[in-house]
C-alpha cells in the first residue's frame, strides 16, 4: 500500500532468476523508474547492476529491496550501495494485527 505505483518483482520462482542472472542490465531497463525488488539475495549480481542505476540517478526511494536478514545479503548492500541504503525491520504482526 505504500508504494502503490511501483512494479513487483519477486525473484523467489527459477523463471525470474533465470532471466534477471541471464543479463542483469537488459532485465533492469524496464524497472529505470524503480520497483519493489522482493527476495534479491537470490539474484547476487543485482546489487552491482542497482549501484551503476543510483550513480545516474540519486532519487531516494527509487527501488525497495525486501528478502531475508542474512548476512550475505547485508554484506552485498554495504559493500556495493554504501551511503545508498537504508535499513528498516519489520517486526512480526502482533496479535492485534493478526
Do not use: C, H, W
Not at 532468476?17 to 533492469?28: S, Y
Not at 551503476?52 to 556495493?80: A, C, E, H, W, Y
Amino acid at each position: 500500500m505504500l508504494f502503490k505505483g511501483k512494479p513487483y518483482i519477486s525473484f523467489e520462482g527459477p523463471l525470474k532468476q533465470r532471466l534477471a542472472n541471464e543479463d542483469i542490465a537488459l532485465f533492469m531497463q524496464q524497472y529505470a523508474k524503480g520497483a519493489i525488488l522482493d527476495e534479491v539475495q537470490r539474484v547476487p549480481n543485482i546489487f552491482r547492476q542497482l549501484q551503476g542505476m543510483l550513480d545516474v540517478n540519486t532519487k531516494r526511494g527509487q527501488f525497495i529491496l525486501t528478502g531475508p536478514n542474512n548476512f550475505l545479503l547485508q554484506q552485498q548492500i554495504s559493500q556495493l550501495l554504501a551511503g545508498r541504503a537504508g535499513y528498516l525491520e519489520l517486526l512480526p504482526l502482533s496479535y492485534a494485527e493478526l
